[in-house]
């Protein structure tokens, strides 16, 4: 049984940091994509970051592409999002999610078989 477990959101100004956390169970990371969401009031899920385990491959939208980093502690089963340099635009909710398998071809919310609850981050300019 999969279970995904957000924490780590909260509310900052804009360029400042956070660190996401994903505790995740019942998934053997190197055979999983794993991947961070976000969704702000009126829009779409969109696929933030995403990586596999096999390859440790990461891939980011363009929004945040050197701004966040996507990983993961074995040890700890773990995913993280480190957010750096955030920005207004970057509030919303942020959501963990889990498929088995590699990432191709997952880039929408419908590609993902897990989610966890979500964590709301909040950038005040």
């Known amino acids: 049984q999969v279970q995904l477990v957000e924490s780590g959101g909260g509310s900052v100004q804009a360029g400042g940091s956070l660190r996401l956390s994903c505790a995740a169970s019942g998934v053997t990371y190197s055979r999983y994509c794993m991947a961070w969401f976000r969704q702000a009031p009126g829009k779409e899920r969109e696929r933030v970051a995403r990586i596999y385990g096999g390859s440790e491959i990461a891939r980011y939208i363009d929004s945040v592409e050197g701004r966040f980093t996507i990983s993961h502690d074995n040890a700890k089963n773990t995913l993280y999002l480190q957010m750096n340099s955030l920005k207004p635009e970057d509030t919303a909710m942020y959501y963990c999610?889990?498929?088995?398998?590699?990432?191709?071809?997952?880039?929408?919310?419908?590609?993902?078989?897990?989610w966890g609850q979500g964590t709301q981050v909040t950038v005040s300019s």
């Open positions: 999610a889990a498929a088995p398998g590699d990432c191709s071809g997952r880039l929408k919310a419908s590609g993902y078989n897990y």
